[in-house]
């Protein structure tokens, strides 16, 4: 099969980690006979120095056409130490998601065993966690009217949603929680919010729907705290886009490094692909940056396009990375070497490609050593 990817490698460590994330592809595209076409474009601080838009119409026109969008990361310091500048990097993702209508976020979250000592949590509060989080993407507080008093002393930010911005993105929770443990929990604060009131309402009827599965309610405040400290409990999570930013970042630590959490933002006609951390703009060339998130993307992109043996092979040579320590830095746990950011990449493209081989195979070529023994 044929297929068109568009890549916006972004800023900081974005194109890095998405070049790993080709090879991983390419690695497929070879062992399951699949052609891949890649549509380089721009967005964010690289799109300003440019061409002065953070979000040039020529990449609107490539993720448009594209089956499917991989994106690195968005940032610089200069724009974050300047809250003043009126354009900003993030303007360009905010509107492209507005753009293509990608209005379902989902964050996976997962505790891999061989990363639990990792972890600041106790193993055994977070061993077996698997968590998916369904964030509403293109509307509530992020997207409402913004203004700001001329004296400087007083603003505010609308949040506004509607009913069918909720019952679109609950359908899908749903659905995928049947294919799971069969439960959503809505994370919301009805008890003060109306945008909130509506959510519950939302919810609660559309759950009618899905009589196998069951629906929880909880506030966002008891959320933050079971998140942590009962990790274990939640199956799929629902929520507006506020909390479900907050809520993404603060799972990370289950993982054990936030360099392992992927994402995908979903609409109708198109489908975005990311790894959750930012721009890491020290690591920016260095070649030490871990580039799992970025490749489990190009896995979730692969399941999106219904390529599920595909996207499995990276996901077992992910964990075959872990088992052998071929990692970078931030979780080389007694590895005493770390391996850097392409050697990473050139491991996980190798197995996709020698599936059979032994572990003393794969140990001995990344080690340096030239000759399969």
Same mark, same amino acid.
């Given at each position: 099969?044929?297929?068109?990817?568009?890549?916006?490698?972004?800023?900081?460590?974005?194109?890095?980690?998405?070049?790993?994330?080709?090879?991983?592809?390419?690695?497929?595209?070879?062992?399951?006979?699949?052609?891949?076409?890649?549509?380089?474009?721009?967005?964010?601080?690289?799109?300003?120095?440019?061409?002065?838009?953070?979000?040039?119409?020529?990449?609107?026109?490539?993720?448009?056409?594209?089956?499917?969008?991989?994106?690195?990361?968005?940032?610089?310091?200069?724009?974050?130490?300047?809250?003043?500048?009126?354009?900003?990097?993030?303007?360009? @993702? *905010?509107?492209?998601?507005?753009?293509?209508?990608?209005?379902?976020?989902?964050? =996976?979250?997962?505790?891999?065993?061989?990363?639990?000592?990792?972890? =600041?949590?106790?193993?055994?509060?977070?061993?077996?966690?698997?968590?998916? %989080?369904?964030?509403?993407?293109?509307?509530?507080?992020?997207?409402?009217?913004?203004?700001?008093?001329?004296?400087?002393?007083?603003?505010?930010?609308?949040? #506004?949603?509607?009913?069918?911005?909720?019952?679109?993105?609950?359908?899908?929770?749903?659905?995928?929680?049947?294919?799971?443990?069969?439960?959503?929990?809505?994370?919301?604060? #009805?008890?003060?919010?109306?945008?909130?009131?509506?959510?519950?309402?939302?919810?609660?009827? %559309?759950?009618?729907?899905?009589?196998?599965?069951? @629906?929880?309610?909880?506030?966002?405040?008891?959320?933050?705290?079971?998140?942590?400290?009962?990790?274990?409990?939640?199956?799929?999570? @629902?929520?507006?886009?506020?909390?479900?930013?907050?809520?993404?970042?603060?799972?990370?630590?289950?993982?054990?490094?936030?360099? *392992?959490? #992927?994402? #995908?933002?979903?609409?109708?006609?198109?489908?975005?692909?990311? =790894?959750?951390?930012?721009?890491?703009?020290?690591?920016?060339?260095?070649?030490?940056?871990? =580039?799992?998130?970025?490749?489990?993307?190009?896995?979730? *992109? *692969?399941?999106? @396009?219904?390529?599920?043996?595909?996207?499995?092979?990276?996901?077992?040579?992910?964990?075959?990375?872990?088992?052998?320590?071929?990692?970078?830095?931030? %979780?080389?746990?007694?590895?005493?070497?770390?391996?850097?950011?392409?050697?990473?990449?050139?491991?996980?493209?190798?197995?996709?490609?020698?599936?059979?081989?032994?572990?003393?195979?794969?140990?001995?070529?990344?080690?340096?050593?030239?000759?399969?023994?």
């Amino acid at each position: 099969m044929k297929y068109t990817i568009a890549v916006i490698p972004g800023d900081g460590i974005g194109p890095e980690v998405t070049n790993q994330a080709k090879k991983a592809l390419d690695a497929v595209a070879e062992v399951y006979d699949h052609i891949f076409l890649y549509e380089e474009a721009q967005m964010g601080s690289c799109a300003i120095e440019a061409t002065g838009n953070p979000l040039p119409e020529k990449t609107i026109e490539i993720c448009k056409k594209a089956d499917a969008i991989l994106f690195g990361a968005i940032g610089d310091p200069k724009y974050d130490n300047d809250p003043s500048l009126r354009i900003r990097p993030e303007q360009g @993702l *905010l509107k492209l998601r507005k753009e293509l209508d990608l209005f379902c976020n989902v964050n =996976p979250v997962k505790a891999y065993d061989q990363l639990i000592k990792n972890s =600041p949590l106790k193993r055994e509060i977070i061993k077996g966690t698997d968590i998916v %989080i369904f964030r509403e993407l293109t509307s509530g507080i992020y997207f409402g009217k913004k203004e700001v008093s001329k004296d400087g002393k007083n603003a505010f930010d609308v949040c #506004s949603y509607c009913e069918d911005e909720i019952s679109r993105i609950a359908h899908l929770a749903f659905k995928a929680a049947q294919g799971r443990k069969k439960k959503v929990t809505l994370i919301d604060k #009805s008890n003060v919010l109306e945008t909130s009131k509506l959510w519950r309402k939302t919810v609660t009827e %559309i759950a009618k729907q899905y009589k196998n599965v069951a @629906l929880e309610h909880m506030y966002a405040d008891n959320a933050a705290m079971k998140l942590i400290l009962k990790p274990k409990s939640f199956d799929v999570v @629902l929520t507006d886009n506020l909390f479900g930013d907050i809520f993404s970042d603060e799972v990370s630590v289950i993982s054990g490094s936030i360099g *392992l959490l #992927s994402s #995908s933002s979903i609409g109708n006609n198109n489908a975005l692909f990311a =790894p959750v951390h930012g721009t890491f703009s020290e690591a920016k060339g260095k070649d030490i940056a871990n =580039p799992l998130a970025s490749i489990l993307s190009a896995a979730m *992109l *692969l399941e999106h @396009l219904g390529l599920l043996e595909e996207a499995d092979a990276i996901e077992r040579a992910v964990e075959k990375s872990l088992d052998l320590n071929i990692t970078t830095e931030d %979780i080389k746990g007694k590895n005493k070497y770390a391996a850097s950011t392409s050697k990473v990449g050139d491991f996980i493209a190798d197995y996709i490609l020698n599936q059979e081989d032994s572990n003393l195979n794969f140990i001995n070529i990344h080690a340096g050593q030239s000759t399969i023994i």
